[in-house]
C-alpha cells in the first residue's frame, strides 16, 4: 500500500534552518512530480514547493528564495531544506502525491521560535 512518511521538524529559532524529509513506498516515485504542504493552526492548508518528475521546482511566493525541494528517485525520498525560517513559517508539514486518490504523509511539526 502507499505510504508516505515525513520526518525532520522540530523546534527552531527564526533566522535558523531544517530539513524535512519524505520516504515514499507502494508506487512508482519516479513517475510523480511531489508536494509538500503546509497548515497553520486556524489556516487552510497550503502548497510550499513541488518537484515534477524530471526535477522541475516551484514554490510559493512566501518561501522562494528560502526552501529547496528536492528528490532522490533511488531512495524514494523527497526533502524540503528549509533556511532563514520564520515565525510565520510554524506549522504542520506534510508531503503528498497525487497518485490514485491522493496519498498525504502524517505531518511533522516546524516551530520557529526564540
Known amino acids: 500500500q502507499v505510504q508516505l512518511v515525513d520526518s525532520g521538524g522540530g523546534l527552531v529559532q527564526p533566522g535558523g534552518s531544517l530539513r524535512l524529509s519524505c520516504a515514499a513506498s507502494?508506487?512508482?516515485?519516479?513517475?510523480?512530480?511531489m508536494n509538500w504542504y503546509r497548515q497553520a493552526p486556524g489556516k487552510q492548508r497550503e502548497l510550499v514547493a513541488v518537484i515534477s518528475r524530471s526535477g522541475s521546482t516551484n514554490y510559493a511566493v512566501s518561501v522562494k528564495g528560502r526552501f529547496t525541494i528536492s528528490r532522490d528517485n533511488a531512495k524514494n525520498t523527497v526533502s524540503l531544506q528549509m533556511n532563514s525560517l520564520k515565525p510565520e513559517d510554524t506549522a504542520v508539514y506534510y508531503c503528498?502525491?497525487?497518485?490514485?486518490?491522493?496519498?498525504w504523509g502524517q505531518g511533522t511539526q516546524v516551530t520557529v521560535a526564540s
Open positions: 507502494g508506487f512508482t516515485f519516479s513517475s510523480y512530480a
Open positions: 503528498y502525491v497525487n497518485y490514485r486518490s491522493g496519498y
